[in-house]
């Protein structure tokens, strides 16, 4: 499923701070628009209502996001991400 494989990569117990409902978000987001991008999907509408619908779906592990720890750097990478590729880098 779209973000929950990249929300589960985050570390459990690393340096970092608490990821914030935010970060959370963001990273489902970037996920889901790199993924509809991936397959010439850049319609903004479109990539927008995918990633309500997909947060909506994943309340729980948005939830359990908001245990893990990430760092400034960590959530800069997941910005400035451009590819699944890269994001999942950013994430591991």
Known sequence: MVGLAAMASL???ACGRRATPADCQLIVDKSVELQMKA???????AIQEREAHIRG???DELKQCETRRVTDKTMACVSAATSTTELDKCLH
């Not at 397959?39 to 509408?45: I, L, R």
Request: glycine residues 0%; proline residues 15%; negative net charge.
């Open 11 to 13: 570390p459990a117990a």
């Open 39 to 45: 397959m010439s999907e850049t319609d903004p509408a």
């Open 57 to 59: 779906e994943l309340q």
